[in-house]
């Protein structure tokens, strides 16, 4: 038979595994030597933000993580900064809960138990999410800069996909309640109320409420009224870091980060990030609000995600996965899925200050209009019983 001529495999992700396990591999690997370098030689990588605030909340005095002098003496005791830089402690008081037992461990220790912990978390719920991927999820490249720095990006994706395939199995209420636990890092939780209320997904909504509320609750009883007024009272510092870019527009991903970096005046270029956030807004609503194929709503509303705030970070990409595994899913050209795959490379060496512009948002604008793109050419007949037998199945795509 010509090769022109056969039948595309029954499995859309096979022509991708041989390399993408592959490039899991190799970013598992660079990730050790990542995590021996800290350990000989400890720096100031995100984790140690983390730590220093179990520390002092293990120490009984939590209101100190929010404390910027005091966290900075515990940080400089185990790891080396350059010049005048800080690393405080943006999240709500019951993270602090969490993340209390790595205080027993030294630090570059509690970097590589906390990393390794929560990346099996994130192949877990990238498995359940998209059985037929297999472990392709673990090959995306913003995984490197998630566990090179001992962020909490697979803990926020691991909530992100797990939320949606509850979602999607018809679990609304538990989806909601995995859902809610995103108000720890409510700047990925944006795009959330639009795609719910549009879908009209009121016990969602309900789970939500529930679990956002019980999360503030317990950081209150677990650690008194005290802490959160601290944690509140920092807020504005990280504002101040949105809209200045106190750590470099370089960092942030997000297209208000991008127009500044270009040189694009403050207000200019947060009323183009409205305009950029708004119009995703848009098409979450007439997503959400048709009857169409569950992937295509993830797919949606994850590119969306990463374009609301202009807090984000590539770490905070993974939770772009849905977006990935519907334009597979939906056959589009090997070569754009791989480039768009690969992309986060080139922003690492953004990051790193290496490039003289910021490129991060073009990524989700593109997995954005191309997922849109998809879900608007798809067939939508039979949907409805598509979502069922995703959910008698057990995964959100599993016999799609």
């Known amino acids: 038979m010509d090769q022109a001529t056969q039948p595309a495999p029954a499995n859309p992700f096979a022509p991708y595994r041989r390399v993408g396990h592959a490039l899991a591999l190799i970013i598992l690997a660079v990730s050790c030597v990542e995590f021996a370098r800290n350990w000989l030689h400890p720096s100031s990588r995100d984790f140690v933000s983390f730590w220093g605030a179990a520390k002092l909340a293990w120490a009984g005095t939590p209101a100190l993580a929010y404390n910027n002098a005091a966290l900075h003496a515990v940080q400089v005791k185990v790891a080396s900064f350059s010049g005048s830089a ?24 509690a970097m590589v138990v906390w990393t390794l912990g929560t990346w099996g978390l994130y192949a877990f719920a990238a498995r359940r999410f998209a059985p037929e991927a297999g472990w392709l999820p673990l090959a995306f490249p913003a995984i ?8 909490n990006g697979f803990l926020t994706a691991t909530l992100f996909l797990v939320g949606l395939a509850l979602l999607h199995r018809g679990r609304q209420f538990a989806a909601g309640l995995v859902l809610g636990c995103l108000v720890l890092k409510p700047q990925l939780a944006l795009m959330l109320p639009v795609a719910m209320l549009a879908g009209r997904e009121w016990r969602v909504i309900a789970g939500a409420i529930v679990s956002a509320t019980a999360l503030m609750l317990v950081g209150v009883l677990a650690f008194g009224p005290a802490v959160t007024t601290a944690w509140l009272d920092q807020m504005p510092l990280y504002a101040r870091i949105a809209r200045d870019g106190l750590v470099g ?9 991008a127009a500044r970096e270009a040189g694009m005046p403050e207000q200019a270029a947060f009323t183009l990030h409205a305009v950029v956030a708004l119009a995703a807004a848009a098409l979450v609503a007439r997503c959400w609000t048709s009857k169409t ?6 797919a949606v509303l994850a590119a969306a995600t990463m374009l609301a705030s202009p807090y984000v970070y590539l770490y905070d990409a993974l ?19 791989a480039t768009l795959w690969l992309s986060p490379l080139l922003i690492i060496v953004q990051t790193a ?8 948002p073009l990524l989700p604008i593109a997995l954005l209009g191309l997922s849109y793109r998809a879900w ?10 598509r979502s069922i037998d995703l959910g008698k199945r057990g995964g959100l795509v599993a016999g799609c």
């Open 353 to 360: 200050g290496a490039v003289p512009v910021n490129i991060g």
């Open 376 to 385: 608007r050419d798809a067939p939508t007949a039979n949907a409805a019983d």
């Open 319 to 337: 939770v772009l996965i849905p977006a990935f595994v519907w334009l597979v899913q939906r056959r589009a050209p090997i070569a754009l899925v």
């Open 144 to 151: 490197f800069a998630t566990a090179a720095i001992g962020q």
């Open 86 to 109: 800080e690393m405080p402690f943006p999240y709500a008081p019951a993270f602090l809960l969490i993340l209390m037992p790595f205080a027993a461990l030294p630090f570059p220790l």
């Open 293 to 298: 194929e569950p992937m295509a709503k993830a």
């Open 249 to 257: 527009w370089h960092k942030l991903v997000s297209v208000y980060a």
